[in-house]
Each structure stands twice: as structure tokens, then as C-alpha cells.
């Protein structure tokens, strides 16, 4: 069994991501929109600033309370949307309850939308076209080039169908020729079919969930979940003790995909620049 290092290959292409940014001589700006004090959203946008900085991207930080309207949120979104110094715009979810995220998504300009969540990215995404495609789906691709795991003529199964992450992935997994089942909670003999994964990514939310008995000798496993244990420490989805000595190749919980995700933000932020040449 080999571990896929998230934070190496992420370390490794950020260096590679900052010599390009460079040598563009232009600023080029990611705008992040925080709304509310969640704790956890609060690390995530912190991480996602510090790791701008490191390769040479301006952040531009905008908190607003977590009573804030509609009405507040989208006039920052529209004017951001016109400064030319902003090529990607992005809004840390969860929103607070009263806000409609789809709406407040869809004030964002899809030329400038580096989540690659609105339908105008994820629309181009399932027809095969050039476009900012959602960070940590691009983030489990990159890890599976950077291990040189041929994806062509085998079975994938994706565990969970998030717009965010399960759809997403699935498709991209069907452009690069595998052949893909997208399980979800209503999936019969899930084990069943987990268990034909020559690729197996879950993406459900719930700890340890996938045991050893549920995957195919050899198998790759994308672990994308992110559970808080009783204990305090962090597990993914897959439960790493007994699928570990099963698989060909596993990512880690914490340090597989998740570094990914913040890498391939940086590499659509300044994707978006260049295309908004
Ligand atoms: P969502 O809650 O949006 O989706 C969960 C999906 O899992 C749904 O499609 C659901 O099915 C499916 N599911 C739930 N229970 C089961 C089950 N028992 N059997 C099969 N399928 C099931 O989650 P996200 O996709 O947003 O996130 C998934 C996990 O990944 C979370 O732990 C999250 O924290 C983590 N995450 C990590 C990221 C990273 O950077 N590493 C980034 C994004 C997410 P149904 O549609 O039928 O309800």
C-alpha cells in the first residue's frame, strides 16, 4: 500500500503555480466572502488567505455579521464583479440560514467564479469544455496524475453525489474514460458495488464508513470526508485501519485531499486571470 501525500504533491505544485503567477505582470486578486463567525469557516478562509499570499495573490478579505442581508452581501458581490483587480470571487459556505446560497452564488460573475459552482462552470464541466472546475474534485485528479494512476478503462465508484464534490468528480472521472457508478444514500448493496472500485471515492460525511471488507484487493481510495471523532481527532469517511492494507494506494485523513482543494483554488484563481486577459 502506497499513501497518497496530499500536502507533498500540494507543496510541490504550489511552487510550481507561484513561478507562473510571477510572471504575470499584473496583480492578479481572489476576493473571499465570510459571512457569520462559524468557527470552522473561519480556519478554512484563513488557510485559503495565507495560502494566496504564499504564491503571490492578493486576498481581499470581506466579514460580514452573520445577521447581514441579501441585499449587503450582493452589492459587494457586484462591485467586486467590476473591480478589475479581482479575478475570483468566492463565498466560504455554509450561509447562514436565513441566505439562499443559490442566489447569493449566482451574483457572482462565472468568470469569476473559482469554486466552480455556479451553472455556467458546471454546465461547460459536463460538456467537456474548458472551465473553473470545482476545487476538490480538480484536487483528487491532480493527486491521481501525480501518482501516475491510469484512470483509463477502469471502474470508478464515487461514494456520495454533492454538487460540490460526488457529481462533480463523477464526471470527470467519465472524461478521462473510466467507467463511473455514483452511489448515495439510497444506493442498494452499496458494498456490492464499492467492492467492484478499481478507484473508489468517497465523498458521504460520515466517519469510517467504508471498511475493509468493502473494498477491492489493489484498490484506489479517494477519501474525501472530513469527520470530528468523539476523541477530538479527525477521520475520513474511509475507515484507514482496515482498508489501508487492502488498497493499492489511499489518501490520508487528515493530509490527502484536503491541502488539494486549496491548491487547485489558487491554480482556477489564476486560470481566471489569464483567461480574463
Ligand atoms: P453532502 O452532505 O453535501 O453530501 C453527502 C452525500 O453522501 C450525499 O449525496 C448523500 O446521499 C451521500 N450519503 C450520505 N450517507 C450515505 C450512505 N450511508 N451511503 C451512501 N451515500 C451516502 O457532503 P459533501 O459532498 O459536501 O461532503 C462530503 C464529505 O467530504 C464531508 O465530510 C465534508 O466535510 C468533506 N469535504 C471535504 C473537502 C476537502 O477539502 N477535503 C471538501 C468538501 C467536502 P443523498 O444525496 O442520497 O443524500
Known amino acids: 500500500m502506497q499513501l497518497i501525500e496530499g500536502k507533498v504533491i500540494s507543496d510541490k505544485i504550489r511552487n510550481q503555480l507561484k513561478e507562473k503567477i510571477q510572471k504575470i505582470s499584473k496583480p492578479i486578486g481572489l476576493a473571499v466572502i465570510l ?88 454546465g461547460r464541466l459536463l460538456l467537456g469544455e474548458e472551465c473553473l472546475v470545482s476545487c476538490t474534485p480538480q484536487g483528487i485528479l491532480m493527486l491521481l496524475d501525480a501518482y501516475n494512476i491510469d484512470i483509463t478503462g477502469k471502474r470508478a465508484v464515487v461514494v456520495g453525489r454533492s454538487n460540490i464534490v460526488g457529481k462533480p468528480i463523477s464526471l470527470l472521472l467519465l472524461q478521462r474514460n473510466a467507467t463511473v457508478t455514483t452511489c448515495h444514500s439510497r444506493t442498494e448493496n452499496l458494498s456490492e458495488i464499492t467492492k467492484q472500485a478499481d478507484i473508489l471515492v468517497v465523498a458521504i460525511g460520515k466517519e469510517r464508513f467504508i471498511t475493509g471488507e468493502m473494498v477491492k484487493p489493489g484498490a484506489v481510495v479517494i477519501d474525501v470526508g472530513i469527520n470530528r471523532g468523539q476523541d477530538g481527532k479527525l477521520y475520513g469517511d474511509v475507515d484507514f485501519e482496515t482498508v489501508a492494507p487492502k488498497c493499492s494506494f489511499i489518501t490520508p485523513v487528515p493530509g490527502g485531499v484536503g491541502p488539494m482543494t486549496v491548491t487547485a483554488l489558487i491554480s482556477n484563481t489564476l486560470k481566471a486571470a489569464i483567461d480574463g486577459n
Open 35 to 122: 459571512v457569520g463567525d462559524d468557527p470552522a469557516s473561519k480556519v478554512y478562509v484563513r488557510n485559503k488567505a495565507n495560502a494566496c499570499q504564499q504564491v503571490g495573490i492578493q486576498s481581499y478579505m470581506y466579514n460580514f455579521p452573520a445577521d447581514a442581508s441579501e441585499e449587503e452581501i450582493a452589492t459587494k458581490i457586484k462591485e467586486l464583479n467590476e473591480n478589475k483587480d479581482v479575478y475570483g470571487i468566492l463565498v466560504q459556505l455554509p450561509l447562514p440560514k436565513h441566505l439562499n446560497e443559490r442566489k447569493i452564488l449566482d451574483y457572482i460573475s462565472p468568470k469569476k467564479d473559482v469554486d466552480g459552482f455556479s451553472p455556467y462552470q458546471i
